[in-house]
């Protein structure tokens, strides 16, 4: 169903048992952050949190699409994947031959229909303009400071508002936007996006570039404005479709730029291609660690509209998961059905779990016909929109449940051969992939985890034994190399050939040396891989060492292949997901701190708890990675040994 208003919206919640509401006042600097995050890190994300309070005119809302059951609310859907299988039948539906009358009058019928959600544009004010405010002050509204390190307050569930200078086409994107005063801001968008491109157009001819940003309305603009779209296609045809109803749009005030009637707030303003940039952060972001000061373009405030009882919507980020992993997971479910049709037909499903941020891990399930499929698969997703930013893919067979990652791991396990099954390649990444020598980017690695045919087979290797033992002398070994601190080897008894390995750094540290000791031992001979960690990284808690290893990894600089010792024998690979340091590693950038809330944060929430009335007492979150921050920073200043 089509909501009017964030306010429908926030009733349906309320009716559904989805919301939490604060009537206390409640500081957007830190403090609604470090209720957020211990709220939405519950089991299936907790409730949706509308702060009622907040200093300003303004209620905040926030966590809204946190969960399986609000993202399908916000859509109008029970399920994600309905979203899916009703693109299906419409691309289908387009593909089929028109055989005869009646199929032609059928089509038209359905073309009817989707000229129903096209956006329009009204010749009136909307809703969101009934108060104009031509003298702008960002600081009236309850933008938050999310994290103890972060550069200021930022707008984080802004729809960016740029068009095409030469062509008019509209872009909606999801920029976060820095204040520094009243009517100054920073856009921060990377290069690779829309709104990146136009501006640089409206640079190369000399002109100034109108924004707007705005917030709230129907949900289905806020996610659309996150859904990775092809060039040049309206993210608000797709909340058309995705509501059954056009989205109508109206003029801005100062701006010659278009924004939904029905929005909550609408921020206006330019930027000048000729003004120097700004810097921008730190932003303690999606990926659990901060990302880094930048420069980014100034945006000049000129005019703020909203509704009379207008909300402010909001989200945070952090160490995972948090509400933009249900976000991507509509993302993963309604893009399947687009990449199967019109891409690979051998697809039968992607999975992307929320310890890999979106972008550092995919796992891809596909109907195998003929050798090197996998490796096939992989070079056409890298080659496809935002999945150039993809840094590792797993690649299975259609009979393995996905999204049941034990069953996974033990699938891939059984598969592999570290010796052909790796494949390295180079590319783009996500700017915010600090592991990278280079920003944004490095190198990428497809793993084939599907059966082999003939053809794949380079060697009489048996890839997997009937059953694993554990490390008989990891005692020894830990007290024998000095280097490593902790061995977790619980995984073999599952039948998972992976080890990990915490160790502790100094500058003679080596890991391709430390890697061949280790596989001295006989032990080890059956590991397939093993993953090196900093020694403040908890082994015991494998959703932990996933998230670390996979943000801290380069696959191809970070890899040390282990030769087999005999003919026959299994090769091994390991992968050194320790925090890279410019002395020991050769690493030239700087390496972020992870994202924790600060101590006086977390005691005046601890003291204040049970005054918000929102249930029982919940330990902050940030203190079970308290012990891996290294110093009071965004960046990681200091080594601790």
């Given at each position: 169903m089509p909501y009017n208003s964030l306010q429908q919206f926030i009733s349906k919640l309320e009716k559904e048992n989805e919301l939490l509401k604060i009537k206390t006042y409640v500081n957007p600097e830190l403090e609604i952050t470090e209720i957020t995050d211990r709220i939405s890190k519950q089991k299936g994300g907790g409730k949706a949190l509308l702060f009622e309070n907040t200093g300003t005119n303004f209620p905040l809302l926030i966590n809204s699409l946190g969960s399986t059951k609000r993202i399908c609310l916000a859509l109008g859907v029970d399920n994600l994947d309905d979203i899916a299988n009703e693109i299906d039948n419409l691309l289908k539906r387009f593909s089929k031959p028109q055989i005869d009358i009646i199929d032609k009058l059928k089509l038209l019928s359905q073309l009817k229909e989707i000229s129903s959600w096209m956006p329009k544009l009204v010749n009136k004010k909307g809703v969101c303009q009934q108060v104009i405010n031509m003298n702008p002050d960002m600081f009236k509204l309850p933008i938050l400071k999310c994290w103890p390190h972060d550069g200021?307050?930022?707008?984080?569930?802004?729809?960016?508002?740029?068009?095409?200078?030469?062509?008019?086409?509209?872009?909606?994107?999801?920029?976060?936007?820095?204040i520094f005063e009243k009517d100054l801001c920073a856009m921060h968008w990377h290069r690779h996006k829309t709104g990146a491109a136009h501006f640089d157009k409206y640079k190369n001819m000399g002109r100034k570039m109108p924004i707007a940003v705005a917030l709230g309305g129907d949900p289905a603009y806020t996610y659309s404005a996150t859904?990775?779209?092809?060039?040049?296609?309206?993210?608000?045809?797709?909340?058309?479709?995705?509501?059954?109803?056009?989205?109508?749009?109206?003029?801005?005030?100062t701006q010659d730029i278009e924004v939904p009637?029905?929005?909550?707030?609408?921020?206006?303003?330019?930027?000048?291609?000729?003004?120097?940039?700004?810097?921008e952060g730190p932003f303690g972001d999606?990926?659990?660690?901060?990302?880094?000061?930048d420069y980014y373009p100034r945006l000049h405030i000129t005019c703020i509209t909203h509704r009379k009882n207008a909300v402010y919507p909001a989200t945070i980020v952090g160490i995972p998961s948090q509400e933009d992993a249900y976000i991507a997971k509509a993302t993963e479910r309604i893009f399947l059905s687009p990449i199967k049709m019109t891409l690979l037909p051998e697809i039968v499903d992607i999975d992307l779990p929320k310890t890999g941020v979106a972008h550092n891990l995919t796992i891809v399930k596909i109907n195998k016909t003929f050798p090197g499929q996998a490796f096939k698969v992989a070079n056409s997703l890298w080659g496809a929109g935002q999945m150039m930013f993809n840094k590792i893919m797993i690649v299975v067979?259609?009979?393995?449940?996905?999204?049941?990652?034990?069953?996974?791991?033990?699938?891939?396990?059984?598969?592999?051969?570290?010796?052909?099954?790796?494949?390295?390649?180079?590319?783009?990444?996500?700017i915010l992939d600090h592991s990278a020598s280079k920003m944004s980017f490095g190198s990428k690695l497809c793993i084939d985890a599907t059966h082999k045919f003939d053809e794949e087979i380079i060697s009489n290797v048996k890839t997997q034994k009937g059953k694993f033992s554990l490390i008989k002398d990891k005692d020894?070994?830990?007290?024998?190399?000095?280097?490593?601190?902790?061995?977790?080897?619980?995984?073999?008894?599952?039948n998972i050939s992976i080890v990990f390995i915490s160790v502790k750094k100094d500058k003679n540290f080596d890991s391709k040396k430390l890697s061949k000791q280790i596989f001295e031992y006989e032990s080890f001979n059956d590991v397939k891989m093993i993953l090196f960690v900093d020694f403040l990284v908890d082994l015991q808690d494998i959703s932990t060492v996933a998230w670390v290893g996979?943000?801290?990894?380069?696959?191809?600089?970070?890899?040390?292949s282990i030769d087999a010792k005999k003919e026959g024998g299994l090769s091994h690979i390991v992968f050194n997901a320790t925090r890279k340091i410019k002395n020991t590693d050769n690493f030239e950038r700087d390496w972020p701190n992870i994202v924790v809330s600060s101590d006086e944060t977390i005691k005046k929430i601890d003291k204040i708890w049970d005054s918000i009335n929102i249930g029982e007492f919940i330990k902050s979150p940030s203190l079970k990675f308290k012990n891996m921050v290294i110093n009071d920073d965004a960046v990681v200043k200091s080594v601790r040994l």
């Open positions: 200021g307050r930022f707008i984080t569930l802004p729809m960016v508002h740029t068009k095409d200078p030469i062509t008019g086409s509209r872009n909606v994107g999801m920029y976060r936007v820095q859904a990775p779209m092809p060039e040049n296609f309206d993210e608000y045809l797709l909340a058309g479709f995705l509501r059954k109803k056009r989205v109508e749009l109206v003029k801005c005030i009637a029905d929005a909550d707030i609408v921020i206006e303003g330019y930027i000048d291609p000729e003004e120097d940039f700004i810097l999606h990926t659990g660690f901060y990302s880094l000061a067979d259609k009979d393995v449940d996905i999204h049941n990652y034990e069953t996974l791991a033990k699938h891939v396990s059984k598969n592999i051969n570290p010796q052909t099954d790796f494949l390295f390649s180079r590319g783009p990444l996500d020894k070994i830990e007290k024998d190399i000095k280097e490593i601190y902790k061995i977790n080897d619980d995984l073999l008894s599952q996979l943000n801290n990894i380069d696959p191809k600089r970070d890899s040390i």
